[in-house]
Antibody
Framework: EVQLVESGGGLVQPGGSLRLSCVAS????????MSWVRQAPGKGLEWVAN????????YFLGSVTGRFTTSRDNAKSSLYLQMSSLRAEDTAVYYC??????????????????WGKGTTVTVSS | DIQMTQSPSSLSASVGDRVTITCRAS??????VNWYQQKPGKAPNLLIF???TLQSGVPSRFSGSGSGTDFTLTISSLQPEDSATFYC?????????FGQGTKVEIK
């Protein structure tokens, strides 16, 4: 079964740090881009970051650039989101997702086809 | 950043109704639009990618269309299990962005 399982969420004080993990199973993790998406309580979805298979390309939401970084360990089929200088507005459920790439004559298409159940991050004093 | 504007923000319809949700991009994005369904307390589920390609396993009552700046998700015959929030998302360029969501309720 194709699966993603996040962990590492919790309560952290403003200015603190937290590291989220996402373990993949059921597919060849090293073959896919991976993404992080978050959802604040009662709000919509917000893309956070993407990382290429070999970590050679990473992209971040503007509001987290310089505070968040993402990495992966393909040998462990694991994805990580290191968050620092956390703010109240970072409070959210954080999802990892597989970013499938499909190409045809018209271009490269990316879409998030497998999602974890999410892990909750609460930033509060 | 590319803004994705969905409408309506919510709707209420009866079982069997045809439902249409629109999404407008702030600039042309070809067909790099995906649609997701999210039920309360659950992760999003991919419905449509590339503006019009139905994801495997998704019921055929869901369809997508559009290119450039204007996109549409259609549910041809609304079912009780379709009660959810629907999001469009552009993957034309980083940062990827989502619409604000459309909450669909069953009358």
């Amino acid at each position: 079964e194709v699966q993603l399982v996040e962990s590492g969420g919790g309560l952290v004080q403003p200015g603190g740090s937290l590291r989220l993990s996402c373990v993949a199973s059921g597919f060849t993790f090293s073959s896919y881009w991976m993404s992080w998406v978050r959802q604040a309580p009662g709000k919509g979805l917000e893309w956070v970051a993407n990382i290429k298979q070999d970590e050679s390309e990473k992209y971040f939401l503007g509001s987290v650039t310089g505070r968040f970084t993402t990495s992966r360990d393909n040998a462990k089929s694991s994805l990580y989101l290191q968050m620092s200088s956390l703010r109240a507005e970072d409070t959210a459920v954080y999802y990892c997702a597989r970013a499938f790439t499909y190409s045809n004559s018209r271009g490269y298409y990316y879409y998030m086809d497998v999602w974890g159940k999410g892990t909750t991050v609460t930033v509060s004093s | 950043d590319i803004q994705m504007t969905q409408s309506p923000s919510s709707l209420s319809a009866s079982v069997g109704d045809r439902v249409t949700i629109t999404c407008r991009a702030s600039q042309s994005i070809s067909s790099y639009v995906n649609w997701y369904q999210q039920k309360p307390g659950k992760a999003p589920n991919l419905l449509i990618f590339g503006a019009s390609t139905l994801q495997s396993g998704v019921p055929s009552r869901f369809s997508g269309s559009g290119s450039g700046t204007d996109f549409t998700l259609t549910i041809s015959s609304l079912q009780p299990e379709d009660s959810a929030t629907f999001y469009c998302q552009q993957s034309n360029s980083a940062p990827w962005t989502f619409g604000q969501g459309t909450k669909v309720e069953i009358k």
